[in-house]
C-alpha cells in the first residue's frame, strides 16, 4: 500500500544544486519520519538525511558527515512530500537517491524506484 515516487535527479556539474522530491502515499505522511537513502555503484545502500514525524519533540533532522553543511532535508505534510535540497554537490555524491518511511535505526521495507544523480564536469 506504501507507495514512494522520487524525482528530481539529474545530470550536474560539481558544485551546482539539485531538489529531489518524494511523493507518498498509503499511510500517515505526517506521524512518519521519513528519510533519504543513496547507492552508488558498488557500495550499500546508506543514510543520507532524516527528518522526525510530528509525534516527536526535540531535534528532528540529522544528516550523515559527508553532507552536513551541503544538504537540507524538509517535508511538506499538506502535500505529504519530502525534499531533499543539495548543494555545492561533488561527483562523489553521484549515486541512485531513494526516500523511505522511517529509516532513522533500521530502513523501513517500501522503497521506490529511486532518482538517478550524476556529478560529473
Known amino acids: 500500500q506504501v507507495q514512494l515516487v522520487e524525482s528530481g535527479g539529474g545530470l550536474v556539474q560539481p558544485g551546482e544544486s539539485l531538489r529531489l522530491s518524494c511523493a507518498a502515499s498509503g499511510f500517515t505522511f505526517s506521524m512518519a519520519a521519513m528519510t533519504w537513502y543513496r547507492q552508488a555503484p558498488g557500495k550499500e545502500r546508506e543514510l543520507v538525511a532524516g527528518?522526525?514525524?510530528?509525534?516527536?519533540?526535540?531535534?528532528?533532522?540529522k544528516y550523515a558527515d559527508s553532507v552536513k553543511g551541503r544538504f537540507t532535508i524538509s517535508r511538506d505534510n499538506a502535500k505529504n512530500t519530502v525534499y531533499l535540497q543539495m548543494n555545492s554537490l561533488k561527483p562523489e555524491d553521484t549515486a541512485v537517491y531513494y526516500c523511505?518511511?522511517?529509516?532513522?535505526?533500521?530502513?523501513?521495507?517500501?522503497w521506490g524506484q529511486g532518482t538517478q544523480v550524476t556529478v560529473s564536469s
Open positions: 527528518i522526525a514525524g510530528s509525534t516527536v519533540t526535540g531535534g528532528s533532522t
Open positions: 523511505n518511511v522511517g529509516g532513522y535505526y533500521r530502513p523501513g521495507g517500501s
